[in-house]
């Protein structure tokens, strides 16, 4: 335990970093074009989020890229504006233009402090097991600086990339201490009060004697997962008004103006352009921002399970097939474009030539735009999900299967004998075949324990990918040197610390279960069929508007008097397909949104989970939708033959 744990240079930190994203690239660019300086004020909060966050650019470029962007709108708004007066098409594309143009440039000037708040969250999911980690080397050695280093190799997030830094900045000479460093670092951290206090216990355990020391330890993560789970009551408290207000501008409000617009289309021709900006583009986008500032204040708790390196694992947003002994990588986008595509096409095709008077066609559509983004999410996610949720099966076991292991070896028991016997009394587990894999190492292939873990051909942890298993394990294979008694303890005092985890865990779950429960019916159930109930309505109010119309024009006496009214579809562009259309696009929007923010809540940051979530939301939702169409056609579609 007490060897040097090297860390790398700050080079090779920043060379695992992502490559420049399009906002930083954008800003960078923007900056060379013109100059333009932010207030002093707001400058000051972007250099600071700047450099929390470790964007690679400056206020400068910041403010330059929002001034580019604004008149660039700006100046096609007004074209468009134009073009359509001499034209004498719709100016609703250039106003819109000019409108956007507002709250575009508001999010490109405060981006930094947006994205400050995101990575915040990021990093405060791996709070709790930066506590974990530094208690658990702290136990063995009482040294901070070896615990942060510990912890840095182990955390493989924004926090490990942290601690990393700080180690960096110490080796360097910015800092004289570890202790100084983390007390300039926690300076960040001014709203989580518990991951201070417990940062403070750890640094203020190294002045006690043993027995104090330990207890100090033990009492830093229980204030770490209390306070887990007091944020996350005082926020599932916040959450029931966003909630409300999501529902209510997903699905009341879209439900009242769907199905009063054919008939307000009607007498005030209003053209389907209007329908699809305020369903398609304008409500999305409101609902977008509702989630994200809900999101935001997501307070930081337990992190998500974290996958290890494995040559199974596809890049993110690939899926991998075997071909031989190799597995061979492809991107999901390309993969769904070329089967959905082509549905999508003979849609617009059929439609075009129809005219949109008819549901068919419309419906080919939408099945090729669901077929795309399901595809697209189930092609991104299944295989690494299938990886994530078996080690989620073996995290939530590996904490009884230490303790029995760390029983067995308290006893005296050599290691191997105490494996064998764990792995008799774990029965059917999923962590059995970890153990059992171990076992096989040390028996048949006489491998140290070390070895029979982290062998990079056979060992038992890189047929697992958890980076928490791993740590562990290293740490037990590390006290098992040390003797068996060292070992036990070792054991015995993780599996406690990984039981309080799962606790906290769990009431955290049980926090959020009332508010996730109501968003999932909402995006699995309440959206498609009020989706698929309005599309019915609309069409069969369609269609007997049309009759109305035919039998007024057939009856010379209301002549006059139909003549007066803008009764005729032909002008006012509404049919029942693009009716169709606008809807199911603005079902499959708001799907993807709700799942969005299901997952945010529960998981935080986590793609993976949200693509699987927003897969399923879609595949359940548009049977539902389409399930809606069918039997309320069938129901109320008679009435559209009605002669009046």
Known sequence: MKERIPIRKKAEILEEEEELKLYEKLCNFAEKIVKVEPDKNTKQKMERSIEITHLRVSPTGVASLTFLASIALLFLGVLLIILALNLNFSLTYGFLLIIFSLPIGYYLYNYPIFYEKKFMISRGSEITFLILYMIIYMRESPNLEGAVKFAAANLSGNLGKDMKRLIWEIEAGKYTTVDEALIDYLSIWKEEKYFIEAIQMLRESLNYNEEKRLRMLDEAIQIVLQGSEEKTRIYSNELKMPVLLIHALGVLLPVIGLVMFPIIAIFMNIKSEVLFIGYNILLPAILLFLITE?????????????????????????????????????????????FSFPIIIFGLYAFITSNGDKLVESFIITLGIIFFFASYFFLSSFQKVVFREKIRKIEEEFTEALFQLGNKVSTGTPIEGAIERSIKAIGELEIKKFFEVILKNIKNLGMTLHEAIFNREYGAAYLYPSTLIRSIMRIVADASRKGVQVASITMLTISKYLRSVHLAEEKIKDMLSDVLSSLKFQGFFLTPLVCGVVVSLATIIISILKEIMKTQSSIEAAKSYAAGLPFLFGKIGITPGGFQLICSLYFIEATILVAMFTNSIENGEDEIGMQTLAFRMLSIGSVVYFITIIACMLIFGPMATIKV
């Open 294 to 338: 809900v999101s935001q204040r997501r307070p930081a708790t337990i992190s998500r399970i974290t996958l290890a390196e494995h040559p199974r694992l596809p890049p993110r947003n690939h899926f991998s097939i075997k071909v031989g002994r190799k597995y061979l990588s492809f991107n999901s986008i390309i993969f769904s474009s070329l």
